[in-house]
């Protein structure tokens, strides 16, 4: 990928998908801003680049938090002379702050917070880094969806209307911006194990069960990594796909490719 000497902010990049595209797009050449509230975790994804060779700072941000954001995108900024990339990466599911997941049990409070990580969060990043992005001559917004922003699962309520919402805001985003030649596209994973999908497991009743049934319908018979995701994303980043703009690409396995499960393929997961 040639992405070089571009800076990439990426939110939630403690762990997971984010922690994933971080260190590969390091290893490309980029220069990453590592974002996190888990300061251990995102201190460790920044510190690991640099050991590699890379260039990485962090910088602790709450997407929900409007000040935070500021500061973040200010501080990429002053360290490595712009923002070409932003890569809204942070997200919550409902199952990682309580066990009350149906419509009749849920918090407010709880709904209320995962639209405003997921959702609000990226409306906000995008906010304060186009000042930044309107000066590079690459410049790229990247938001994770989901392939709940399509498809419909149990005890998803709240992620699943925030992921729906982040990819309308991305094809909104993308004809807003089109006259700053900035991009905006986002991805829909399907499973991908990560510790958020390991909160998801630990709070349903037979964890071995909804494994089962998440993996079950994937053509790729196996869970995704976060690797396989930083790949797409460092592809949307790179002047590779300059030709790509508002669109939501499934990187699934091919769950939504058809309605069936693998054992009606003879396939085992």
């Known amino acids: 990928m040639n992405i070089e000497g571009l800076c990439f902010v990426i939110t939630g990049s403690g762990n997971g998908i984010g922690e994933g595209t971080a260190m590969l797009a390091a290893q490309y050449g980029a220069k990453i801003v590592v974002s996190d509230t888990d300061d251990a975790s995102g201190e460790r994804v920044a510190k690991s680049i640099r050991e590699r060779g890379g260039k990485a700072v962090y ?63 990226s409306w906000l990043c995008a906010k304060y880094a186009l000042p930044y992005l309107r000066k590079s001559a690459n410049a790229s917004i990247i938001n994770s969806a989901s392939v709940s922003s399509i498809s419909g ?60 049934s998440m993996t079950k319908t994937h053509l790729i018979p196996r869970m995704g990594t976060p690797n396989d995701v930083a790949e797409l994303v460092c592809f949307l980043a790179s002047p590779q796909s300059k030709f790509v703009n508002g ?23």
């Open 59 to 121: 910088q602790h941000c709450d997407v929900s938090d409007e000040r935070q954001v500021a500061e973040l995108m200010d501080f990429a900024s002053t360290t490595f002379g712009g923002i070409d990339i932003l890569h809204n990466n942070a997200g919550i599911h409902e199952s990682a702050i309580g066990n009350q997941l149906s419509l009749e049990s849920m918090p407010t409070s709880v709904f209320d917070k995962v639209i405003a990580v997921n959702l609000t969060g």
């Open 153 to 212: 699962y149990q005890n998803c309520v709240a992620y699943g209307a925030s992921k729906g919402g982040v990819m309308q805001l991305t094809k909104m985003l993308a004809v807003d911006l089109a006259a700053d030649n900035i991009r905006v596209n986002c991805y829909c994973p399907g499973s991908v194990r990560t510790q958020m999908v390991d909160s998801y497991l630990q709070a349903a009743e037979d964890p071995e069960l909804v494994l089962n």
């Open 247 to 269: 669109v939501a690409w499934l990187i699934d396995g091919g769950s939504l490719a058809w309605r069936g499960t693998a054992d009606q393929l003879g396939m085992e997961t």
